[in-house]
């Protein structure tokens, strides 16, 4: 009886362990209970439009013929997106070595040796044997190592992908700023141009008695301020094309830059981007993935409470038989198993479980505050986009005014009325600095496209 209720209590305790273990080969999932995760998920998983913009290949947003060729040579040759893919390299060699470790190990480590005791004979003997240990995956450390493995591999695929958008975007938005660069240097010069004849005719105009020399004055000093603004731009578009030739992998030099600034989002998608996108944005699902590394590493520390099975065998050839050397030798074969359990470590391993149960919580948050990041900048840029054309729009309406109001003060002062020549002084400036503000506009709608595009992980 007694016998029998032993037998009992260690069916009990073996059931007890096995029931325990089944939950260390449970598959990351997001956890179910958290309303955030959940509002997650139902956008993860709704069904979305291969035709909207973050699965829109970057040929089809970057249009422009010149640019295109500027983002296949970034993307052939930046560094950055190149170490990006040896870190999917690395990562998939180690999930290779993850995936290795069920299968048993083999070792061939043949020995010899000799000795000779008060000038006796000399007893050569050698042993000639292969060891095959295996280690059986019985509480589910191998399985969290390599689903760990796999996590990192989408990870670094996640990072890749990151790396590629930036480049694009990066390129693109330095094209658009050289080429507003270009527009204001080339509105600059044909403005000071009409400067420096509004001086001369002011200056001859003076000397015939019709001008006096403070409206000279401030002519001619408005056309310095301009002339002084033009080495300031031709600096700065060296700084951008220097910039670009470190996107592209190149030494500085000048790039070709077109000049079409007809550059829009799709028709299709100006009606806004949903927020359901943000679930292929590649830092999100690298924090997901890094959540999910998180949980594994949780179920490898629970692992390491239960115990360790290996089985061995090792078999050979040798001479030496115990105590006696035998020529020819024979052959031979031993099998073993080993089962260690933690006995003394039990506080470590709680400590270490207790650290991993924090990393989880910790990896929880930061995949929280990256949709959030990511939702903000997709508003963000929606936001400036919209505001954006809305203001060139009157930007625009107010150039047509301006220019209206130079030609009719113009016809003024030819008919001698009042009107005096500061006033068209005036009037020009006031162009000129919407000139300049319409094209600050264009640019910071374009780069607000860019971002984005940027923002919801397109560049596949």
Partial sequence: MKRTSIKQAALIAMMAV??????????????????????????????????????????????????????????????????????????????????????????????????????????????????LSWEVDAFGRLTNAKRTAQVAVEQMQAYEQAARSQIICGIASTYYTIMLLNQQLDLTKRTSEIWKDQVESMELMKQAGRMNEAAVVQSRANYYSIMGSIPELENSIKQAHNALSVLLGAYPQEWEIGNDMNFDLPASLKSGVPMTYLAVRPDVRAAERSLATAYYTTQSARAAFYPSLTISAQGGFTNLLGSIVSNPGKWFIQLAGQLTAPIFSRGRNIANLE??????????????????????????????????????????????????????????????????????????????????????????????????????GGGR
Avoid at 26 to 32: C, H, I, R
Avoid at 33 to 43: L, P, W
Avoid at 58 to 68: A, S
Avoid at 368 to 378: G, R
Wanted: proline fraction near 3%.
């Fill in 355 to 456: 650290a991993s149960k924090a990393r989880q919580a910790q990896a929880m948050n930061t995949f929280e505050n990256t949709v959030l990041s990511a939702s903000s900048d997709v508003s963000n840029a929606l936001t400036a986009i919209r505001t954006n054309s809305e203001k060139r729009e009157y930007i625009l309406k107010q150039i047509d005014q301006l220019e209206k109001s130079v030609d009719y003060t113009q016809e003024l002062l030819m008919y001698n009325t009042s009107t005096t020549y500061l006033e068209l002084l005036t009037a020009r400036s006031s162009l000129l600095s919407a000139q300049l503000s319409s094209l600050a506009c264009w640019h910071s709608k374009v780069a607000a496209i860019i971002s984005l595009y940027q923002a919801v």
């Fill in 18 to 131: 096995t029931l325990g273990s089944c939950n260390l080969y449970k598959k990351y999932e997001l956890p179910a209970d958290n309303t955030f995760v959940a509002d997650f998920k139902k956008s993860a998983e709704a069904e979305v439009d291969t035709t909207s913009l973050p699965y829109l290949g970057w040929e089809e947003v970057f249009t422009d013929p010149k640019l295109q060729n500027l983002i296949r040579l970034g993307l052939a040759n930046n560094n950055d997106l190149d170490n990006a893919r040896l870190n999917i390299d690395i990562a998939k060699a180690q999930l290779r070595g993850a995936k290795l470790s069920y299968f048993p190990s083999l070792a061939l480590t043949p020995n010899g040796g000799s000795a000779s005791y008060g000038g006796s004979h000399m007893n050569w003997t050698y042993t000639i044997p292969a060891a």
